[in-house]
């Protein structure tokens, strides 16, 4: 799906990506506080720093600034993900090393987190299937960390397993961020991660999963 284009008047490219990293910075703090409907773009303009009149040569809309943000966090999610993540090595150790990475960021990026369960809503809907699209593509890199780890384990699982094993991990990571009011009151996040690793762990070894007894399924 095509990338969507946020007009800019301004034609530095380096300019563009500054100025945009800060009203991306001063957004999250808005939204996350007021969220989107009650922000205003001259509050936008404030809290990054500069008038409404420049802020108006970044973009056209308020909801071009929403998408920015949303598209910010999926990039730079799925970046630190491309880079850590192992789709060729697969054992059970690089895919809870995998989860260990993929946490520990959520937990980095809270806030940006919790602002886009909170607001992608709002994304138009030409904006919104793109932006849904990047999570699924860091989704299939769990899907594909899974798959390795079955080969290499003589794990057997069904398609639909893997998928959905895939969306629990993404999500639980995730759930470190927007129900934190909660879970921080119980965990510290290397708990949180290892109780979430544990109980993967049982699920994908558990009864019949293990075919080659590499893995003990007790």
């Known amino acids: ?55 108006y040569e970044y973009i056209r809309t308020k909801e071009d600034v929403l998408y920015l943000v949303c598209d910010r966090i999926y990039d730079q999610v799925g970046e630190r993900l491309q880079e850590e993540l192992d789709m060729k090595r697969g054992n059970l ?30 994304l138009s809907k030409d904006a919104l299937p793109y932006v849904l699209n990047k999570e699924l593509a860091m989704v299939a890199m769990f899907e594909q960390v899974i798959r390795n780890c079955m080969t290499a384990e003589g794990i057997s699982m069904k398609e639909q397993q893997i998928q959905l094993m895939a969306h629990n991990i993404f999500v639980q990571g995730q759930m470190w961020g927007f129900r934190r009011w909660v879970l921080h009151r119980h965990f510290e996040l290397e708990a949180y991660i290892e109780g979430q690793i544990e109980l993967l762990v049982y699920g994908l070894t558990k009864g019949e999963n293990v075919k080659n007894g590499s893995l003990s399924s007790n």
């Open 1 to 55: 799906m095509k990338k969507r284009q946020v007009h800019a008047s301004v034609k530095d490219e380096r300019l563009i990506e500054k100025r945009r990293d800060q009203m991306i910075k001063g957004a999250v703090s808005l939204f996350k506080e007021k969220g989107f409907h009650r922000t205003t773009t001259r509050e936008i303009a404030k809290e990054a720093g500069f008038s409404i009149g420049t802020l």
């Open 93 to 122: 150790e690089s895919l809870k090393s995998a989860i260990r990475y993929y946490f520990r960021v959520m937990d980095e990026m809270q806030d940006e987190v919790l602002v886009m369960y909170q607001e992608a809503k709002s």
